[in-house]
């Protein structure tokens, strides 16, 4: 067990990652001695995390691009943080749990992934369970439709907690199921589909 634990401060390497904050993405690479990103952002005693190589791009305004050697980066700011590969825990380390699709929200941003619970557990006991300043969503999409921004695809993010609603477990619906348009749409204004 002490292996594994040496294992993971040990040697130190570096990430690209996204962090979506209120009002800017940053990207750029994370030097750590941890394995996964949780583990980074819930770890630290400090409210930030610095990344080298960094892109800042305002919401909304691709055209606006600043660079940087270094960024500091306030943690309470980020909404959400994307990495770019997904990497498991330590088997020494692990905690048994099971994954539950949901959406979480942290406007103006919407995820949609599956959170890793408890087992053995009802829902309303899992979620309440949940902990941790950010939060592990693995296969997840997310979006913005009031930015603007398409939908995409993640293997691993971390959701900042203290701004997230999680809504479990998710099940996409059509909200234009059963709705009819044409014929009946004219119907119900008196007029037929030729009728001026």
């Known amino acids: 067990m002490l292996t594994g634990m040496l294992d993971q401060y040990g040697v130190e390497s570096s990430s690209h990652v996204t962090l979506f904050t209120d009002s800017h993405v940053v990207r750029g ?13 819930n770890a630290t005693d400090a409210s930030f995390v610095v990344l080298e190589e960094v892109i ?6 691709r055209a606006t691009i600043e660079r940087a050697d270094y960024a500091q980066v306030n943690l309470a700011t980020i909404l959400f943080a994307v ?24 406007p103006p941003f919407k995820i949609v992934g599956r959170i890793h619970l408890l087992p053995e557990r009802n829902l309303h006991h899992a979620l309440s369970d949940l902990a941790g300043r950010f ?17 995409t695809q993640a293997p691993f993010l971390a959701v900042n907690h203290s701004r997230a609603q999680v809504l479990a477990p998710y099940r996409e619906t059509d909200v234009w199921a059963g709705v009819t348009i044409g014929e009946g749409a004219d119907a119900e204004r008196g007029t037929g589909a030729g009728e001026s």
Request: glycine fraction near 4%; aromatic fraction near 4%.
């Open 56 to 61: 800042l791009e305002d919401f909304g305004a």
């Open 29 to 41: 690479m994370l030097r750590t001695r941890q394995r996964r990103l949780t583990d980074v952002l």
């Open 83 to 106: 990495a770019e590969v997904a990497v498991e825990a330590t088997p020494e380390l692990r905690t048994m749990k099971v994954p539950e699709r949901a959406l979480v929200s942290v």
């Open 135 to 151: 939060l592990p969503v693995t296969d997840a999409t997310y979006w913005s439709d009031s930015l603007g921004e398409a939908r």
